[in-house]
């Protein structure tokens, strides 16, 4: 049996159209994979990161809970995802003084930043490695409360008890960037059913994100559409083709491309923004890679399109890098074409370990 006497809380990943839960414990000082799960939420119920159905989700949240796989969650406690389309990161330089003043400090700050006032959000702070004698690097995270509040409300019908929250891309970079540290600069790029986010991490701390409607519903759609077939066809022949351009004379291939063109052409611009909008006496190395998560990553096939578009290395990333040993004495139950897919739910796992 698992050690339950501490309350270590779990991850729970709230997306548009699904739920993830990963719950992390240490045995004989390893961690370990010891439950989860997840759970499909019909359209309608969450749009765009914003709750419709407060009722409706608590009740698919209770159920996802109650279906865990692996031990049963002994825990009430957990970290939950807030949306990355309804938040902001930002990294703002600030003087240097005492940390009880800079919570207020940036309090005022962040309304240089956001377009929103400091009273509707919540936000969150660390510094990190930068700055100068005089000053010092701080990233920020805020969201609106009102819509923190809608996930607080329904983890709450569904009897839970969060503690923390985080914006999904600090929990995914925390999954995926070995021991929280970049040398070079390295792009995530998150591959959901409704939406892609694109997370630029260097140092010790995320610099950039942004979100786009390029997803896999896009990919089944174009297939669909091109093919004339249904979608439950389309995504079949996505996933059991992929990328092959000699398979049906081509036709799947051809049928993504202008969609995955799409996604190449944006990780090109974030690139050369963040690139050419650092200060000129920071100029950042090269992106040293991108990595892909997700359960778009995958598609077979896709990290050989980016790399040959992109000309720069691209791999599908490992959610376990910042969990398992190198030699670790149990694997995980989940395959890993399945646990890339958690890796917002293993990030938010971490964070609940005390």
Not at 55 to 84: M, R
Not at 187 to 215: E, N, Q, W, Y
Not at 266 to 287: G, L, M, V
Request: aromatic content about 8%; overall charge negative; hydrophobic content about 40%.
């Amino acid at each position: 049996m698992l050690n339950s006497s501490k309350q270590d809380a779990f991850g729970l990943d709230i997306s548009d159209l699904s739920i993830k839960i990963a719950k992390l414990e240490k045995v004989s000082g390893e961690f370990m994979l010891a439950s989860y799960g997840r759970e499909e939420i019909p359209s309608g119920i969450i749009e765009n990161g914003e709750i419709k159905q407060i009722d409706a989700l608590a009740q698919i949240i209770g159920k996802g809970v109650e279906g865990i796989k692996g031990y049963p969650l002994k825990t009430l406690y957990c970290v939950v995802s807030l949306p990355e389309t309804e938040s902001f990161i930002r990294i703002i330089q600030m003087p240097r003084m005492k940390e009880n003043e800079m919570g207020e400090a940036i309090k005022w700050e962040i309304e240089n930043h956001i377009p929103l006032s400091a009273d509707e959000v919540y936000f969150d702070w660390q510094e990190f490695d930068g700055g100068n004698k005089d000053s010092v690097n701080v990233l920020v995270g805020a969201t609106k409360k009102s819509l923190a509040d809608s996930y607080l409300e329904a983890a709450k019908k569904a009897g839970l008890r969060p503690v923390i929250f985080e914006i999904e891309s600090v929990a995914t970079a925390r999954a995926l960037i070995e021991s929280g540290v970049s040398q070079k600069p390295v792009m995530i790029v998150d591959l959901g059913a409704k939406r892609s986010s694109f997370i630029i991490f260097s140092g010790r701390a995320i610099h950039f994100t942004s979100s786009l409607p390029i997803c896999n519903e896009a990919l089944v759609e174009a297939i669909a559409k091109k093919m004339s077939i249904s979608r439950d066809e389309a995504k079949k022949l996505k996933f059991e083709i992929g990328l092959d351009k000699e398979a049906r004379g081509g036709e799947i291939f051809n049928a993504m491309q202008p969609v995955l063109a799409e996604l190449a052409e944006q990780i090109k611009k974030y690139i050369d923004f963040y690139t050419t909008h650092r200060p000129a006496d920071s100029q950042p190395p090269p992106f040293s890679k991108i990595i892909l998560c997700g359960g778009g990553a995958n598609l077979s096939g896709l990290p050989n399109f980016l790399q040959q578009e992109l000309k720069i290395t691209v791999e599908v990333g490992n959610p376990w890098i910042n969990i398992l040993d190198k030699n670790p004495k149990k694997l995980p139950e989940i395959p890993f074409s399945q646990s890339i897919g958690y890796a917002t739910a293993l990030g938010l796992s971490l964070r609940g370990i005390w």
